[in-house]
């Protein structure tokens, strides 16, 4: 039994699965930071255990680009569907195996040490995983209806956000202090193995795209390599680098770091500040489609020209906003955030901007290298300036990489859904 890539929900559900694990690993690992810190680190006086978690949370994303180019460059010389079973495998299993780590007071220092290498194992595997399943879900959707398609998959990175942050404030609200740092914390990361063999059951059925098929009869697909997709495409590159980094900086700033930010500076409760992300978060999943689908009509340069002004207007007021103590104003911070990201619509964009012979090379290009230097970054950045007393430049870094984002945007063609060819 094989699932057809052509029509609608299927290539959705097979591709999108391990994004949206994906994700929400990152949502528990922010959300439960604090709890990682006294469970996991040696305990000691001073606040820099929160700045270590998040160093570890940056180091899988040293791993990413070297898996976003290794498998990237793989699935243009192979094939797209090989790669899926392996990279959600190895993901959800990662996940499910930092919920069995043991606590500094059993192994001692083995046990962040062993974290470092589990995120460096989710790293190469979420680099791997997104350079393919965008070129997979692009090349089996309907011609013209990629922005559509490309929205779902920026829909899972908030729902697997969304899912991530309702499970880690589900057991923080449950369970007192002392049981969550015991075993609650474990919880949401095991969840991760269920979902992962589900993804795992519907992508071993998968074919292969129509559009890579018809292409291997005419060229040479082990002359597909990371070199040619950069010789022949660097601006694409480029430009592509800078929008992936807007929705990767801002995406782990506001969701994963400022949660636990606002936590250690006793503004809000933990389950206030996980419910207020989980409805921006929602907010963002319902747009991306949406944006997607007006994107197909009026082309993808308008939105992401929007889409990065407003965030160059409104990152500075909006994060001052979060920092004022009120609910209501955090809820209104976050929908704003979460329908401004749901305005940037790079899958599509980037992924229209490459041929198919290179295409999930060029993906691996922009997105592994910029949630590698920008994205996995971000959050310990924010979280350097914070300690030393520079936390008014965490608002200016969303702001100089919405700027940095607007000027890619401007200087991008004006390219709408080629049809996957």
Do not use: K
């Amino acid at each position: 039994m094989t699932f057809r890539v052509r029509g609608g929900g299927r290539p959705i559900i097979a591709t999108c699965i391990a994004n949206a694990i994906e994700w929400y690993d990152f949502a528990v690992y922010g959300a439960l930071a604090s709890v990682l810190v006294a469970v996991l680190l040696r305990p000691g006086p001073g606040d820099g255990g929160l700045t270590a978690i998040f160093a570890v949370f940056a180091t899988s994303f040293l791993a990413r680009p070297v898996g976003a180019l290794l498998v990237g460059m793989r699935a243009d010389q192979v094939g797209r569907r090989r790669l899926l079973a392996a990279t959600i495998l190895l993901m959800a299993g990662a996940t499910a195996a930092i919920g069995l780590l043991p606590p500094w007071s059993a192994v001692g220092v083995l046990a962040p040490m062993c974290l470092v290498v589990l995120r460096l194992v989710q790293g190469f595997a979420s680099g791997g995983e997104i350079s393919v399943s965008i070129a997979y879900l692009l090349e089996s959707s309907p011609p013209r209806r990629w922005g559509y398609y490309g929205g779902w998959h920026t829909a899972t990175i908030a729902l697997g956000f969304t899912a991530g942050l309702t499970a880690a404030a589900v057991v923080s609200a449950t369970l007192s202090t002392a049981d969550l740092e015991r075993w609650g914390w474990r919880i949401p990361f095991l969840v991760a193995l269920p979902l992962g063999l589900a993804g795992l059951y519907i992508r071993l059925r998968l074919r292969e795209t129509t559009p890579f098929e018809q292409a291997g009869r005419s060229a040479d697909r082990s002359a597909a390599t990371i070199q040619t997709a950069w010789r022949e495409h660097a601006p694409a590159v480029w430009t592509g680098f800078a929008l992936v980094s807007v929705l990767s900086g801002t995406f782990n700033i506001w969701f994963v770091f400022l949660p636990s930010h606002l936590v250690a500076e006793d503004i809000h409760d933990l389950p206030v500040a996980l419910a207020c992300a989980v409805a921006g978060l929602a907010a963002a999943a319902v747009a991306a489609p949406l944006l997607g689908l007006l994107s197909d009509r009026i082309g993808r340069r308008p939105l992401l020209v929007a889409g990065t002004s407003l965030l160059c207007l409104l990152a500075v007021p909006l994060y001052e906003l979060v920092l004022q103590g009120s609910m209501l104003r955090l809820l209104v911070a976050d929908l704003a955030i979460g329908i401004l990201l749901g305005t940037l619509v790079i899958s599509a964009h980037i992924a229209e901007r490459f041929p198919v012979t290179v295409r999930a090379s060029g993906i691996a290009l922009t997105y592994g290298l910029a949630t590698a230097l920008i994205g996995g970054t971000a959050p310990v950045v924010a979280s350097l300036l914070t300690e030393h007393g520079f936390s008014v430049c965490v608002p200016l870094y969303l702001l100089g990489l919405s700027a940095a984002g607007l000027t890619a945007a401007l200087h991008s063609p004006p390219v709408v859904a080629s049809g996957g060819t």
